[in-house]
């Protein structure tokens, strides 16, 4: 009998497995459980797929949308819930990334100990709907987006986009693309803001960059091919080839270093990739350093050729700029700060810097953006087709209390310092 | 929130442990033998083994001994009989060398090997114990407030559902709680007047069928009638199964007869059997429902579970492995899959209790691996269920349905769960069943349900301590096999449900709905009861002496019993 007491021990690992597989589950349960509470077939918080509980609140705690068991009741404010409404999300569930999908789990209000049985929660956004509400009033109807981020903390301050529609009282037929949330999800020709990466590769990889003389005589002929520029712009030094915005300048400079290192640069900087961000995936632009002429490249170095760029995705290269080259990875959560990605070296960041403030000061006009400290670079993206140019503008305001990042897209605005220009003001106006 | 009924329930487990697990138990003693040099080993089992093994419960190290030399086994009468197991050196008896098994008495010398032993039936400790333990049973305050927590903890159940579910459901609601605490008190008196105090197992299960009855009350609560007899219908087999198991020579006598109708019952089921939800393991009979496979489980346990003398003198389990093998064949089958493993596995233990060799077990186990193999390949379905195993969310919709929805109502009831009958859950088909660990954590609580794991963990480890004191080794491997059931289905039950093992669907014993799953869940506990050998605590088990006391006997034997 006694062999036997020793091989009944079996049973005993086996209720030990049992305990130790059950312990495994409240572990996974206590981390994971907040999506599995939030799975759309739970019947406790889902009414035919639609979360009954939980409010969404802009950063100051401006209520932009509260879930019941009737429905989503928006804002009562016609503009907000237009400007907004790609942020939250639509009830039928055409907004790729609104917060009623990205974040059911904290809106649930699940904890470990109570699940679901408590009330539902609040999250609160990043964005502020004052500055949601200047942007959209400011493109007007035209499609294009804008985007501001905090660049000390990673917060997306604004992610506007246009054309949308205010979801209680929508049209018949929405407008194309009315459910595309353009600043994230949309990816454009740069034209000459993509001189700042072209800039960022040159500052590290030409040696003798700031002691060179250029030279630009309207047009220049580069393997074969010619790139032009609106005007002559006669000798210069590499800051007034930024300030203005000389493209056989950086053309030269982008086939120079080659095909390559300008890849790299595009890379690196999450140009050509999707980004991860809280409660949302940046879409991937393009970027092909990889061409059979030197004239396609040449022209890709001045945001041209086949370049192409989400408005986010700048907006956040511009927050490295102004951050030493640093950022917290953008958040559409207020509060939440992603994890430290560095993009560029601080010294890079701050030649950036330099020649942005030194183009404002010497191309746009400090006296056109009174009391913003604005450091920028305008684009014209040329889109063809008998279209007017796509019209950009992006950089960054030296503000402590308003530490903005921006970039800003006009479909067929025309020249980027005109329309996108004026389109960012008035939203940074807002916020400072 | 269920402070009150957590706090019960956890008092009811911990007493529970307290008294069956932890409360240091005398040995039974039975005989001695005592060598040349005056060395005494005494007879702690009806079954003993003496060899130079460490196993072994006489050990004489001597060389001219083997490991395994002879069985010395007690009958229920008090008669003894010695049988060599196949040693090298031979035993003998008075002298006389042992053929077959001889009847040994007070007095006789037993040379096994080169040593010499002189045997003795003791009384006279045993009488002491029981003098002990009678006076014990007399207080016995320890059970009966097992039996008021009990009352407590399914009161409060009842109280919630009334409250949740709406007058309604009154009816149905009294009717269950009210059945549970009619058959437990009624059991609890019944088996007080037959001067057994031990009564931990039965509360624990009671408890488990509570929370079995709550769940069915909110999600099917017209099945609930059928339940409650089902329910009377498992107590009485439960009692009648101890009772049964009291008579180690009967057992013995109706082992294999049992294991026959097994068998036969498996039989009837394959040739007969109507195909319910893709497994055809139900019988219909006079308008009932039922699943033969949940009653065969019990003859398996017969089937299995043998004394030491045939342990020791024919090692292999050729027999029992094809037996176990067209068991868990037919079940695979009827597609019974699940059922089919669960067999398996206490194959698996039964055979390692047995034979001691985990190479036995090994072979037997790729063996089976084989066969599974085959037959997942064969039935592309069975292949889809171990496809999602472990990415239940990936196809959530689909293959994973079942997993994903029972981790949603478990995260939604969080720690202390949403109120009896509250749940959503419990609307999804098959919840109360395949399902039940979602359905109690979602309506009261993570911690609830993780004790209703505890409750058949407990049942394991009573019956690992019960093997310690064991009578025979028939019980030792049945209360082994028998918690092996429990085990494997929890196991099956609960971790299928929440994608860490694949989904089979199989049912949590005494928690989830059906009836036959029920009724043998309570059988299946008279296997763990038999192997509790405190003194005057099992209803299974009879006293020393009892029988010797009311049947006559051969004067001899009187004689010797008073000596
Ligand atoms: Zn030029």
Redesign the pocket.
């Known amino acids: 009998m006694r062999k036997l007491k020793y091989r009944a021990l079996v049973v005993a690992i086996f209720s030990l497995t049992v305990l130790a597989l059950l312990g495994f589950f409240g572990w996974r349960a206590y981390n994971e459980g907040g999506a599995w509470a939030a799975y759309q077939a739970n019947g406790n918080i889902y009414r035919s797929g639609k979360l009954t509980r939980g409010v969404i609140t802009d950063r100051d705690g401006e209520v932009l949308c509260s879930l019941t068991q009737s429905g989503a009741e928006y804002s009562a404010d016609g503009l907000t819930r237009a400007a907004t409404l790609h942020l939250i999300g639509d009830t039928a569930g055409n907004i790729a990334y609104g917060a009623v999908r990205q974040f059911r789990a904290d809106l649930t209000g699940w904890s470990f100990t109570d699940g679901v049985s408590g009330e539902g929660g609040t999250v609160r956004l990043s964005v502020s709907a004052e500055a949601q509400r200047a942007a959209y009033s400011a493109l007007d109807g035209r499609s294009g987006a804008v985007a501001v981020v905090n660049y000390k903390t990673g917060e997306i301050i604004c992610c506007a986009t246009s054309p949308g529609y205010d979801p209680i009282e929508a049209p018949e037929t929405l407008p194309d693309g009315a459910y595309l949330n353009r600043a994230i999800s949309a990816a454009y020709t740069p034209g000459s803001v993509f001189k700042l990466v072209t800039m960022a590769a040159a500052v590290e990889n030409i040696p003798d960059l700031y002691e060179r003389d250029f030279h ?1 005589d ?1 047009e220049a002929s580069i393997g074969g091919g010619k790139v032009t ?1 609106v ?1 002559k ?1 006669g000798d210069m030094k590499i800051e007034d080839a930024m300030a ?1 915005s ?4 950086f053309a030269s400079l982008a086939a120079e270093m080659g095909g390559e290192i300008m890849q790299n640069y595009a890379d690196s900087l999450g140009f050509t990739s999707k980004i991860d961000v809280t409660g949302a995936v940046i879409a991937a632009g393009r970027y092909s350093g990889d061409k059979s002429d030197d004239i396609a490249l040449a022209w890709s170095g001045a945001g041209q050729s086949d370049d192409l760029v989400v408005p986010m995705t700048l907006a956040r290269y511009c927050a490295a700029i102004a951050n030493g080259g640093e950022i917290n990875e953008l958040s559409f959560k207020a509060g939440e700060h992603g994890e430290k990605t560095r993009l560029l070296s601080k010294s890079t960041a701050e030649r950036l810097g330099e020649v942005m403030g030194y183009t404002v000061k010497h191309s746009y006009g400090e006296d056109n953006f009174p009391g913003l400290r604005l450091h920028a670079k305008s684009g014209t993206a040329e889109i063809g087709g008998g279209k007017k140019p796509n019209s950009w503008f992006c950089g960054y305001i030296e503000n402590e209390g308003a530490p903005y990042a921006f970039a800003v897209i006009i479909e067929n605005g025309g020249w980027g310092i005109g329309e996108a220009a004026d389109c960012a003001r008035n939203v940074l106006n807002v916020l400072i | 929130m269920h402070f009150a009924l957590i706090a019960i329930m956890a008092l009811i487990l911990i007493r529970c442990a307290f008294s069956l697990l932890f409360s240091g138990s005398k040995d039974e003693v039975w005989g001695t033998l005592v060598d040349k040099k005056g060395t005494s080993f005494e007879l702690t089992h009806w079954e003993n083994l003496i060899g130079r093994s460490s196993g072994a419960d006489v050990r004489i190290n001597n060389k001219s001994v083997s490991p395994v030399h002879a069985a010395l086994v007690r009958d229920n009468e008090g008669a003894w009989t010695v049988a060599d197991l196949g040693s090298r050196d031979g035993s003998l008896l008075r002298g006389k060398a042992i053929k077959k098994r001889q009847r040994i008495n007070t007095g006789d010398t037993l040379s096994v090997g080169g040593a010499e032993l002189t045997f003795t039936r003791t009384t006279k400790k045993m009488e002491e114990n029981l003098e002990i333990a009678r006076e014990d049973s007399s207080r016995g305050t320890g059970a009966w407030l097992g039996m008021v927590l009990l009352t407590a903890f399914v009161c409060l159940l009842a109280f919630e559902l009334l409250q949740n579910l709406g007058g309604a459901l009154a009816v149905n609601v009294l009717f269950a709680f009210g059945s549970v605490l009619a058959l437990a008190w009624a059991t609890f008196i019944l088996t007080l007047s037959a001067r057994r105090r031990g009564f931990e197992l039965e509360i624990i299960a009671f408890m488990l069928t509570s929370v079995g009855f709550a769940v069915c009350l909110s999600s099917d609560p017209e099945n609930i009638y059928k339940l409650g007899i089902c329910l009377a219908i498992g107590v009485s087999l439960y009692f009648s199964m101890c009772w049964f198991l009291r008579d180690q020579k009967r057992v013995n006598l109706l082992r294999v007869p049992i294991a026959a109708l097994g068998l036969a019952l498996l039989g009837v089921n394959l040739v007969s059997a109507s195909p319910l939800l893709g497994a055809k393991n139900w019988l219909y009979i006079g308008g009932v429902s039922f699943q033969p496979s949940e009653i065969v489980k019990i003859a398996f346990v017969f089937a299995g579970s043998v004394g030491l003398e045939r342990i020791f003198s024919k090692r292999n389990v050729v027999l029992f492995m094809v037996f176990s093998a067209i068991c868990v064949g037919s079940l695979a089958f009827m597609r019974d899959f699940g059922t089919a493993l669960i067999f398996f596995t206490v194959y698996l233990v039964i055979a390692f209790m047995r034979s001691g060799s985990f190479a036995t077990v090994f072979l037997s186990a790729l063996g089976a691996l084989l066969a599974a193999v085959i037959a997942i390949t064969a039935r592309p379905y069975i292949a889809d269920r171990f496809a999602i195993w472990g990415h239940a969310w990936e196809d959530a919709a689909n293959l994973g349905y079942q997993q994903t929805r029972t981790m949603t109502a478990v995260a939604s009831g969080g720690l202390f769960g949403l109120g009896g009958g509250k749940g959503w859950f419990d609307s999804i088909f098959a919840a109360d069943t395949d399902m039940v660990f979602g359905v109690v954590s979602e309506e009261y609580g993570f911690i609830i349900a993780a004790m209703c794991v505890f409750c058949i963990v407990f049942f394991a480890f009573a019956a690992v301590r019960g093997v310690k004191n064991a009578r025979g080794s028939f019980y030792a491997i049945a209360a082994c096999a028998a918690a092996s059931f429990y085990l494997t289905a929890l196991a099956l039950n609960v971790f299928g449900s929440l994608d860490m093992l694949p989904f089979t669907g199989v049912t949590f014993p005494f928690v989830s709905k059906g009836g036959t799953s029920l009724i043998a869940s309570w059988g299946m506990l008279s296997f763990i009861k038999a192997a509790d050998t405190r003194p005057m605590a099992s209803f299974a088990v009879l006293p020393p002496g009892t029988r010797a006391k009311r049947k006559k006997k051969p004067k001899k034997e009187e004689a010797d019993e008073e000596a």
């Open positions: 630009c309207g520029c005007a712009h203005k000389c493209n056989c300048v």
